[in-house]
Every structure is written in C-alpha cells, then in structure tokens.
C-alpha cells in the first residue's frame, strides 16, 4: 500500500460522510498539485461541476469527447462553460488507432461481442483518460453507490492502483433525491436526455432510455448480459481495494 494512503486513512477524512459537499471537497482537494475532475456531464458530474467552481476553481475539469456523444451532451458542454466561466479540456480519440479499430471491427462492431465494445471503449474513453490523468495525484468522479449494484460499495476515497493515484467519489453516498435537489436548489444546467428517461448517459448509439423499474445504468450497453457492464473507466467499482474510505 502506498505510504501516501496510510496517512490519509488516519486522518479526519474519514469523517467525510458528515460533511457538506463543499467540505468534502475541499478536504478532499487540500495539498493537491495538479487534482482532475473527469465530466461525462451526467447530472450527477454537474452537480460536481458547480460545486467544484465554487469551492475548488483549481481543479481541472475534463472531458472525453468520443466523437460519438450525443448532440445534447456536446451542448451542454459549451452552456456549461458560460455557465461557470470554467473551461472543459476535451480529449479525443487517437486517430491512428480509432482508425485500426473501426477497419477491424467496422463502426458499428462493438454491438457484435464484448471484446469488439471493450475494444471501442479502449479506444475512444480509456486511452483519452490515460492522457487526461497524466501527472494528476487526484481523480474526482461523480461514482454514486446507488447507481448500479456494481457501485454499491463505492467508497469516498481509493487509491487507484492501475494509475498510480487518488480517487475521490464526493457523491458516493448521495441517492437521485439528493443530486435532483441540488441542481434544482442551484439551477445547474443539465442534459435534456435525463427528462426523456436517460439517468445515465454516454455514447449515443451505447446508451437507451431505461424501463420502469430497472437500475439507473440499465441502458447502457444494454444488449449485453453482465450486470456489471462497464466501459472500464471505472474497472474495480465493484472491488474498491483495501485502501479505500468508505
């Protein structure tokens, strides 16, 4: 375990649960170099969004811009920015390597197996974060634990060992309730899709309106069969490590 965790799972952090949202992350931020905040601009992400302009403007907000998002979420992008005079930095798929993929797979191929989806993610989400996250000690997440059963044990802070850092959850223990009063309490700027039965919202052709009933990540990749479907973004939510603060 690295040293830098030790420290902090003795430290007052653990009170996090009995904090506001601000105090969470300004604890959560505090000492940080260069901390990282990764949107998708889900409702969710939006609420972090604002709170981050108010109570920490030096983390980086950034965003992956697959070339596959919804014309909504590209709007919302740009309101967002006017919104909080913030800048999102966008990253993009690797061209050479989008290409290789789709004349192996074709555009579309990730709708044939879970290797051709996983291979799509890789290149259009995980290799843009690799970038993203370069020299960040912190990423913060919108990860809630009522999200999915595969989240259900979020906690509000891990150390992520694939890339060698913090990751911080300030929402973790929050339900839909709670993110729906805050951005009506704040007027936060949020995708039209979440009206239209989308709670959660990534790629266009990826992402289906869910139906009476089902988890809130239920339309995604909804033809596959695992409930644990990820994109691999956020890999071990089902396992966070032994570091992590619950």
């Not at 790629?203 to 988890?215: F, Q």
Request: glycine letters at 6%; charged letters at 30%; aromatic letters at 6%.
């Amino acid at each position: 375990m690295p040293s830098g965790t030790n420290i902090l799972l003795k430290s007052p952090i653990d009170d996090l649960g009995e904090l506001t949202l601000i105090e969470r992350i300004r604890v959560m931020t505090m000492d940080k170099v260069n901390p990282v905040f990764t949107t998708s601009l889900g409702i969710e992400d939006q609420v972090l969004t604002a709170a981050l302009a108010d109570a920490a403007p030096q983390v980086r907000i950034v965003t992956l811009q697959t070339g596959r998002l919804f014309p909504e979420t590209l709007a919302l992008i740009e309101e967002t920015e006017k919104r909080y005079g913030i800048e999102i930095e966008r990253f993009t798929p690797d061209p050479e390597k989008l290409a290789a993929y789709i004349e192996q797979y074709g555009a579309n191929g990730f709708y044939e197996s879970v290797d051709a989806r996983h291979a799509c993610c890789g290149v259009r989400k995980l290799e843009p974060l690799g970038r993203a996250l370069e020299g960040a000690d912190l990423w913060i997440t919108g990860l809630r634990r009522r999200q999915s059963n595969a989240r259900a044990e979020v906690p509000f802070i891990e150390y992520d060992e694939n890339r060698n850092l913090e990751k911080a959850n300030p929402l973790a223990d929050w339900s839909i309730e709670d993110v729906r009063s805050f951005v009506s309490g704040n007027r936060v700027p949020t995708n039209p899709l979440h009206e239209r039965g989308y709670p959660s919202i990534g790629c266009e052709p990826c992402t289906r309106a869910i139906k009476p009933g089902e988890d809130e990540r239920a339309g995604r990749w909804w033809w596959e069969n695992d409930e644990k479907r990820e994109c691999g973004l956020h890999v071990d939510d089902s396992q966070p490590a032994a570091s992590a603060i619950q």
